[in-house]
């Protein structure tokens, strides 16, 4: 069933307007009388039927009752900003792997620094990518998109690590702690934690970065024997807990 997001679900008539309105009508070829699926910005799911097309605007009416979204844990990605536009695709595939938070950090090595407008045009741009993402992958929600900060601004905030939360970051030095076994073992606890996931950038992290992430309750993981880029670590572990949990 198609899927659009809302503002609001509980009045019983919607307008759809703008870009969604838009994307239904001629990208996934709407029509009077279709029903999909609708998530509004509170959480809530519903069905409705579209009732009426009117130039950038689509009348509809909610005829499903509405369901809470609930999610036991979240799964968060704080990833490093690599070069060129490759978070654009960092943020299509984890939002169809089901991340409900990214974090795009600037550390040490980092190589793009955007920031002014130009950060701000990234940001309104990932969010717009995480929204049709979502939309095509059929999620329940759209993932967060932070601020772009400091790696050690972000580490300071969410020190110390809680019983709650499994810190997990990849590191091309270690040898022992492969990823797949640290979640499977996760899994087989039984724990209810929210998971979050750190990449590096390319020239990978400092030896004082490693430090400080180690030092706050981070776990360093290997992916495997070969060293992968930034994107394709982030989507291999995603993958993984993808595999695991979901």
Known sequence: MKRVFVKNLTENELIISGSDAN?????LRARRGDKI????????????????FNNDTIKA?????I???IREKKIILADCLPKQNRFDNIIEKSTELGVDKIE???SER?????????????????KRIAKEAAEQCARDSIPEIGKIRNLNDWLKEISPINDDTLLLFCWENEKNTIAREILR??????????IIVLIGPEGGFSEREVKNIK????ISISLGKRILKTDTAAISILAMINYEFM
């Open 23 to 27: 994307h239904l009508a001629r990208s």
């Open 215 to 218: 030092e706050i309750g981070g």
């Open 37 to 52: 699926t609708a998530v509004d910005n509170f959480g809530h799911c519903a069905v409705i039927e579209l009732t009426d």
């Open 67 to 69: 369901r809470e979204v």
């Open 104 to 106: 795009p950090l600037i």
């Open 185 to 194: 073992d996760y899994k087989n606890s039984g724990a209810e934690k929210n």
């Open 110 to 126: 980092t190589i793009a620094r955007p920031g002014g407008l130009r950060e701000n045009s990234k940001i309104e741009r990932w």
């Open 61 to 65: 009416r909610r005829i499903g009752e």
